[in-house]
Structures are given as C-alpha cells and as structure tokens.
C-alpha cells in the first residue's frame, strides 16, 4: 500500500527532472528519483568489486543507468556532493558496468545486459582498453563516463534499489523495500 501511495506521489512530481523527490519511500539516507532509491557511499576508497559488495550489503545493487534523466540526475548529485567533502579531482564514482567480458562489450553486472544507453561524453573515449574494464564516473572529467582499471582503490560506490519499467519508461513498481 505504501509503494502505490509512493508510486503516484513520484509520477505526480515528475515535473522537477533534477532535484530528488521528497517521498517517503526511500531509507533514511537514499536520495529517490523516478521510483528508484539511491544511496552515495563516500566513506572510504574501494575498488570496483569492492564497490559491489558495498551495494548489496546495503540491500541494493551498484547502480545501473538507464536513461539521459537518471544520468543527469546522477551526475547533478555528484557534483553537489564535492561542495565541501569530497575533492572533485580526486573524487570518483563507480558506476555498475563492465566490459571485462568481451573487449568493448559494456554490460551491467546486475542484468547481464548490454548497455542501451551511454554517456554523450564516453562514445568519443570508447577505445577498447584491457587495463580500464569498469566504468566510473570521474570528478576529474567532471563526472562524464569513463573506462578505469577495476583493481584500483580509486573510487566510492553509487548504490540503487531499482525500479523496473515497461517498455515506455513508465515505473510500475519498486523492487527491494
Ligand atoms: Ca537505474
Ligand atoms: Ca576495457
């Protein structure tokens, strides 16, 4: 009952496509944004399989990006995080894809799917690299996507509970709590 309550309450704010929806329906500490929880592990510096783990301790999954919205969403709030905490040099998100499967090949580890959508900013850095196997988004390119080396401690977790989506985009329920 409460997800139908939160369900209506997010399509009916829709309007606002960047600041996080006030609902409810998240924990204590997850941002919402169409339906989907988000949670910004900025703690301590893990790599990407590390960042993995993090996610799915939390009851979640490292994220998965869908659409232009959520990536602008997503980026929008990285920036926002360096105000004072984090040094957006330095500073790096792990994002949930990889191509260490096949070269060039992205996919998201939490539905063994090929990406749908990428970053504007990451078709032109492409290249297939075997060092640079995850995806990131680094504060240093301010926050575009790029290919980075999985082993390294460089980076911090973005953590979703997802909403799934019917072939229009539209939300039809919460998955996780
Ligand atoms: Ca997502
Ligand atoms: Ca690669």
Known sequence: MLYVFCLVFVLVTNID???PSTTTCCKDGWLAY????????DENKVDWME????????GSEI???ESRLENIFLKYYARKLFNG?????????????SDSDIEGIWKWI?????????????MGDKTPDNHKDCLAM???YD????DVPCTERLGYAICEIRASTDNNGTQIQIVGR
């Open 17 to 19: 496509l960047i600041e």
């Open 34 to 41: 169409k339906g989907s929880c988000y949670m910004f592990y």
């Open 51 to 58: 960042a993995v783990r993090y996610c799915k301790l939390h």
């Open 63 to 65: 994220v998965v990006i």
């Open 85 to 97: 905490k984090l040094t957006k040099n330095t500073t790096l998100f792990w994002l949930g894809a």
């Open 110 to 122: 939490v539905t063994d799917e090929e990406l749908t959508y990428f970053d504007p900013n990451f």
């Open 138 to 140: 680094p504060g240093s």
């Open 143 to 146: 926050f575009d996507w790029r």
